[in-house]
């Protein structure tokens, strides 16, 4: 009789005293046996420790607790939490985030029939808090899906964190790269797609929480310190010179997706960073297209005002 893998749910966590119940229900609800939840807190002052401890109290063995006695930041806060993980497999999930039924059982499989996959991934809802509506759903056009360190690359990595499940012994050296404090995934994912073969699972697996406080909130704060995701990836591999095209377009890309965003906020913003997109891939007519539109306020204005009606057709073009 098959073993199944023993699996690690790796969940950070900061002041989510309120929502940190609701994820930590949607794993233990799963229909998967081997399966340890080992959470890291980020010296929290809300609250979470407590009901963190109840949790750890409730659920001895299966539940693995990591307090720090300071703040460490995001990226030194996972790197807490996978240096606790003894599962073969690491499922991640956001402290505010949701796994949706059946999701490790399903992923597993993936990992169970295709022994050369490293990295699996799936759509992922993504919700507004306050309302509880649907904005979006990752991973959903089949023109965006990651099959290798190409698309790793050019496509921007793979949105929906709580979507990604991984070995255990394809995790780079060092874990996540501390010189990114606060957005160092991406050069996480990139790492894995050197090691072995990425698959996507069919199906909707999680649900990730819009609430104006996460990452996904504040791009243009940490524009730099993503774009270093994949300096840092070249610095490490030099033996992967070939990539360094790849490289470009990904930067050009994730610059272009910025400026996409401030043309309703600021034009000249978005002006300077479409200049940037331009100069780090000149055959792209998406990015001339757009720098002609910022240039022009009245246009820009428009753009920004129909921006909600304009981003699924330029998702659609994959910009």
Same mark, same amino acid.
């Given at each position: 009789?098959?073993?199944? !893998?023993?699996?690690?749910?790796?969940?950070?966590?900061?002041?989510?005293?309120?929502?940190?119940?609701?994820?930590?229900?949607?794993?233990?609800?799963?229909?998967?046996?081997?399966?340890?939840?080992?959470?890291?807190?980020?010296?929290?002052?809300?609250?979470?420790?407590?009901?963190?401890?109840?949790?750890?109290?409730?659920?001895?063995?299966?539940?693995?607790?990591?307090?720090?006695?300071?703040?460490?930041?995001?990226?030194?806060?996972?790197?807490?939490?996978?240096?606790?993980?003894?599962?073969?497999?690491?499922?991640?999930?956001?402290?505010?985030?949701?796994?949706?039924?059946?999701?490790?059982?399903?992923?597993?499989?993936?990992?169970?029939?295709? !022994?050369?996959?490293?990295?699996?991934?799936?759509?992922?809802?993504?919700?507004?808090?306050?309302?509880?509506?649907?904005?979006?759903?990752?991973?959903?056009? !089949?023109?965006?899906?990651?099959?290798?360190?190409?698309?790793?690359?050019?496509?921007?990595?793979?949105?929906?964190?709580?979507?990604?499940?991984?070995?255990?012994?394809?995790?780079?050296?060092?874990?996540?790269?501390?010189?990114? !404090?606060?957005?160092?995934?991406?050069?996480?994912?990139?790492?894995?797609?050197?090691?072995?073969?990425?698959?996507?699972?069919?199906?909707?697996?999680?649900?990730?929480?819009?609430?104006?406080?996460?990452?996904?909130?504040?791009?243009?704060?940490?524009?730099?310190?993503?774009?270093?995701?994949?300096?840092?990836?070249?610095?490490?591999?030099?033996?992967?010179?070939?990539?360094?095209?790849?490289?470009?377009?990904?930067?050009? @890309?994730?610059?272009?997706?910025?400026?996409?965003?401030?043309?309703?906020?600021?034009?000249?913003?978005?002006?300077?960073?479409?200049? @940037?997109?331009?100069?780090?891939?000149?055959?792209?007519?998406?990015?001339?297209?757009?720098?002609?539109?910022?240039?022009?306020?009245?246009?820009?204005?428009?753009?920004?005002?129909?921006?909600?009606?304009?981003?699924?057709?330029?998702?659609?073009?994959?910009?």
């Amino acid at each position: 009789m098959t073993v199944l !893998p023993k699996v690690s749910v790796m969940i950070i966590t900061y002041n989510q005293k309120s929502l940190i119940s609701e994820t930590i229900e949607s794993v233990l609800l799963q229909d998967y046996e081997r399966l340890e939840i080992v959470v890291a807190d980020d010296a929290s002052t809300d609250g979470t420790q407590l009901v963190l401890q109840e949790y750890a109290s409730k659920y001895p063995g299966k539940f693995i607790l990591m307090l720090n006695k300071k703040n460490l930041g995001i990226t030194r806060n996972c790197n807490t939490a996978l240096s606790a993980c003894t599962g073969e497999l690491i499922a991640v999930l956001g402290g505010d985030d949701l796994f949706l039924s059946g999701k490790i059982s399903a992923q597993v499989g993936v990992f169970v029939d295709h !022994p050369e996959v490293n990295l699996s991934y799936h759509a992922v809802e993504v919700f507004q808090h306050q309302t509880g509506k649907i904005l979006d759903v990752t991973n959903s056009n !089949p023109k965006g899906d990651i099959r290798n360190i190409e698309d790793m690359l050019t496509k921007l990595g793979i949105p929906g964190g709580s979507s990604l499940m991984h070995r255990r012994s394809a995790i780079p050296p060092g874990g996540y790269d501390e010189r990114l !404090p606060m957005v160092s995934d991406w050069l996480f994912m990139l790492e894995l797609a050197l090691s072995g073969e990425i698959r996507k699972l069919d199906g909707v697996y999680a649900r990730y929480r819009k609430h104006g406080q996460g990452a996904s909130d504040r791009t243009l704060e940490f524009l730099e310190e993503s774009l270093r995701n994949v300096d840092l990836f070249l610095e490490k591999h030099p033996e992967r010179a070939d990539l360094i095209v790849y490289c470009d377009r990904a930067k050009a @890309r994730y610059i272009a997706g910025e400026a996409f965003r401030q043309l309703r906020v600021d034009r000249e913003v978005a002006e300077k960073l479409l200049t @940037r997109s331009v100069s780090l891939d000149r055959d792209n007519r998406k990015y001339l297209i757009l720098l002609g539109i910022s240039k022009v306020p009245i246009i820009a204005g428009i753009a920004g005002y129909f921006l909600h009606l304009i981003k699924a057709k330029l998702k659609s073009l994959a910009l």
